[in-house]
T-cell receptor
């Protein structure tokens, strides 16, 4: 069935380096995507979103890129900090007021000192 | 409170028992969502409320699962005849409107069925 998934389960980067987390999706009807950060024992926390009419969106230290041709989404985190260590999920919704989000499995980002 | 509150934070129950999980959304949020998250997985959508009504319950796995939101605020997820496979973290999220962009999640209830 159609689903959202991630390429790498674990990503380890040095503190201060940039990190890139990837996500592949297969639902061609998806028109809205969100990245969430989840720390241990906590609920997901919204980071950044992007709609399908855009290919790039920037926030504070984070950038989301969307490539609809290959159905690929990425999250770039600049100058990683220890507090960035968490599991990152991409999620999608078909839009049009659709209700539930479909989450991928997640990537565990580890920041090495 | 300032955020979404879920109680209890942990619940251990015996197989076959009935459990209720409570969610207190952010005040004024009309949309409320329940998700289930198994270890090492992303959250899985269960049910969505807009006000008092369940607008979308397509994610509920079977008829042992039921949720209510009688006054459009607090919601209760009810699981009958619990099974070991029901063990997971149950997350609640609320939003001031239907779009997911402003959905805030609670910390979840960790349910363990023994």
């Amino acid at each position: 069935g159609e689903s959202v998934g991630l390429h790498l389960p674990t990503l380890s980067v040095q503190e201060g380096d940039n990190s890139i987390i990837n996500c592949a999706y297969s639902n061609s009807a998806s028109d809205y995507f969100i990245w969430y950060k989840q720390e241990s024992g906590k609920g997901p926390q919204f980071i950044i979103d992007i709609r399908s009419n855009m290919d790039k969106r920037q926030g504070q230290r984070v950038t989301v890129l969307l490539n609809k041709t290959v159905k690929h989404l990425s999250l770039q985190i600049a100058a990683t900090q220890p507090g960035d260590s968490a599991v990152y999920f991409c999620a999608e919704t078909p839009g049009g007021g659709a209700d539930g989000l479909t989450f991928g499995k997640g990537t565990h980002l580890i920041i090495q000192p | 409170g300032a955020g979404v509150s879920q109680t209890p934070s942990n619940k251990v129950t015996e197989k076959g028992k009935y459990v209720e999980l409570r969610c207190d959304p952010i005040s004024g949020h009309t949309a409320l969502y329940w998700y289930r998250q198994s270890l090492g997985q992303g959250p899985e959508f269960l049910i969505y409320f807009q006000g008092t009504g369940a607008a979308d319950d397509s994610g509920l796995p079977n008829d042992r699962f039921f949720a209510v939101r009688p006054e459009g605020s607090v919601s209760t997820l009810k699981i009958q005849r619990t099974e070991r496979g029901d063990s997971a973290v149950y997350l609640c999220a609320s939003s001031p409107r239907r779009e997911n962009t402003e959905a805030f999640f609670g910390q979840g209830t960790r349910l363990t069925v023994v």
